[in-house]
């Protein structure tokens, strides 16, 4: 079982940074994709980041796009998600999740097999 552990979530003043980090534990495996997904109570789950883990290739949101920045870690499947500039409207639940397949599309939810289970993050006007 791969599961994924979310760390680095908390309270922040809005023009503020958070680094969030996403590492797995349980069984090893090899991704093609890692991205980032926040939801609040008033939004469905919607895509922030994701990286192709052999290309390195990066896509984001538009909202986010110019002050995020997803990344490799130097340990084993660890993905990062620098957040600089935050607003308020970023104030979510961030979750990492992980694709095997090399059919997955980065912005589809449906194409990740493996989710973390959340950090809160709260940017304050």
């Known amino acids: 079982q791969v599961q994924l552990v979310e760390s680095g979530g908390g309270l922040v003043q809005a023009g503020g940074s958070l680094r969030l980090s996403c590492a797995p534990s349980?069984?090893?495996?090899?991704?093609?994709?890692m991205g980032w997904f926040r939801q609040t109570p008033e939004r469905k789950r919607e895509f922030v980041a994701a990286?192709?883990?052999?290309?390195?290739?990066?896509s984001y949101a538009d909202s986010v796009k110019g002050r995020f920045t997803i990344s490799r870690g130097a340990a084993e499947n660890t993905v990062y998600l620098e957040m600089n500039s935050l607003r308020p409207e970023d104030t979510a639940v961030y979750y990492c999740?992980?694709?095997?397949?090399?059919?997955?599309?980065?912005?589809?939810?449906?194409?990740?097999?493996?989710w973390g289970q959340g950090t809160q993050v709260t940017v304050s006007s």
């Open positions: 999740a992980a694709a095997a397949d090399w059919r997955s599309s980065p912005r589809v939810q449906g194409d990740y097999n493996y």
């Open positions: 349980g069984r090893t495996y090899n991704p093609y994709l």
């Open positions: 990286i192709n883990w052999s290309g390195g290739s990066t």
